[in-house]
């Protein structure tokens, strides 16, 4: 599969809603953008974990109530316009002109199950013409975050990335502008997200987008021993603190 | 009631799992807060919107799945020790000996709904002789956070509050722990939060507590029109970005 090019001159794409049956490329990504970040060492997420915090009833949150995970598709043929109104979210669409071919060596290990294109073709009631041919190429993972200062909650983005044979085709874009527009539907009034300093390219892009960065603010974290300790405390009863 | 003592030589506190008799006294807290940080310009909290993000059905997820408060309350009374074990969260009692005698001239602002103590001692299956004799001093508010990196989620802790006259007696430590000791019970690996850069008594604070201060992460937010401006490209369809 090594040389050949996988897209030409023109690209389908499609941001939804993820399903369990996408755990295992989420997974795949996941370990992608932490080694991209340098943060394998402490990367522990597994495919059960993934299936844990997104789908399963250890966390009885619907989809934007808690953590939600939204896919980026691609494919060379086109998706379905008229696909029945989700209720949930609709699927985005967007076809991009590339201005130069793309060759994705990694294309097979990141095919859509089948049993996704299976659930699609139902709910769009006729078979896809593209079942066979659509692969995952980034996803965004985000909850909803709320402050005792505002009427309404804001989406706090956690992750969000692309494969890098489809950088710089305006993908990145596409999935924040997902997040942001399920915030406007839902009356949300921000979307919040971190940057490591050293992303320049990430912050060029963000600023670009209108955002602003808060200054002065120090985030801190409460973890290993550190966090153990209070687990103690709790046991200790009468006034040490 | 200006001038006389309303704490002496002990206090006794507890922190429990607000409940929608906590909104007007959390409403009020939270405005408190906003003064604190010089935000009360942009705070925009009503009692509906507390009522709606914690305890309706526009946030169909249980505690401690979203958005979640607990309540700091003290009384010159004891808190029944031997209260039937809650299922979702166990309060947390402290007695706390004072160095000096404090003053609290809000006190009755602050004064727990009977509502509240009545759901308390049908738990506890007895009244409780501190019905009348409870008042509300601080708040913390928090939601679970999740990493694609990581297999457990975390805690994050948006707003930590005492009243000025209850500040240095440990109770913000008593809040944080309450949480802390919630993310442990509940197989979580972390606590984050926000500092703002100029409140130092708050960093030493926590960074006596052993958390740490995350280096080179920047906090974005797109909001305003910034945000709107997502709602129509979303219309926009085509290969526009």
Same mark, same amino acid.
């Given at each position: 599969?090594?040389? $050949?090019?996988?897209?030409?001159?023109? *690209?389908?794409?499609? +941001?939804? =809603?993820?399903?369990?049956?996408?755990? /295992?490329? %989420?997974?795949?990504?996941?370990?992608?953008?932490?080694?991209?970040?340098?943060?394998?060492?402490?990367?522990?997420?597994?495919?059960?974990?993934?299936?844990?915090?997104?789908?399963?009833?250890?966390?009885?949150?619907?989809?934007?109530?808690?953590?939600?995970?939204?896919?980026?598709?691609?494919?060379?043929?086109?998706?379905?316009?008229?696909?029945? $109104?989700?209720?949930?979210?609709?699927? *985005?669409?967007?076809? +991009?002109? =590339?201005?130069?071919?793309?060759?994705? /060596?990694? %294309?097979?290990?990141?095919?859509?199950?089948?049993?996704?294109?299976?659930?699609?073709?139902?709910?769009?009631?006729?078979?896809?013409?593209?079942?066979?041919?659509?692969?995952?190429?980034?996803?965004?993972?985000?909850?909803?975050?709320?402050?005792?200062?505002?009427?309404?909650?804001?989406?706090?983005?956690?992750?969000?990335?692309?494969?890098?044979?489809?950088?710089?085709?305006?993908?990145?874009?596409?999935?924040?502008?997902?997040?942001?527009?399920?915030?406007?539907?839902?009356?949300?009034?921000?979307?919040?997200?971190?940057?490591?300093?050293?992303?320049?390219?990430?912050?060029?892009?963000?600023?670009?987008?209108?955002?602003?960065?808060?200054?002065?603010?120090?985030?801190?974290?409460?973890?290993?021993?550190?966090?153990?300790?209070?687990?103690?405390?709790?046991?200790?009863?009468?006034?040490?603190?």
């Amino acid at each position: 599969m090594a040389e $050949k090019i996988s897209f030409n001159t023109q *690209i389908f794409s499609r +941001v939804r =809603l993820a399903t369990e049956s996408d755990v /295992s490329h %989420l997974h795949k990504l996941m370990y992608q953008m932490a080694k991209y970040h340098n943060y394998t060492k402490v990367f522990n997420a597994t495919k059960a974990s993934i299936t844990t915090n997104l789908f399963k009833s250890d966390n009885p949150c619907p989809p934007f109530y808690s953590v939600t995970a939204f896919i980026l598709e691609v494919s060379s043929d086109s998706f379905p316009q008229n696909t029945l $109104k989700n209720p949930i979210f609709d699927p *985005i669409l967007r076809t +991009v002109n =590339l201005v130069s071919p793309i060759l994705d /060596s990694d %294309l097979e290990l990141f095919r859509t199950n089948n049993n996704i294109s299976s659930i699609l073709s139902e709910v769009d009631n006729k078979p896809l013409s593209s079942d066979n041919n659509v692969f995952v190429a980034g996803y965004v993972l985000f909850y909803p975050c709320y402050s005792g200062y505002f009427e309404k909650p804001g989406f706090f983005i956690e992750n969000m990335f692309v494969r890098e044979c489809y950088r710089k085709c305006g993908f990145g874009k596409m999935l924040f502008s997902a997040v942001a527009s399920q915030a406007i539907k839902l009356g949300f009034t921000k979307v919040d997200w971190l940057t490591v300093g050293w992303n320049e390219n990430a912050i060029d892009f963000y600023l670009g987008m209108g955002a602003y960065i808060m200054q002065d603010v120090k985030r801190f974290r409460l973890s290993g021993d550190g966090l153990d300790a209070f687990a103690t405390n709790d046991q200790d009863g009468g006034d040490k603190i």
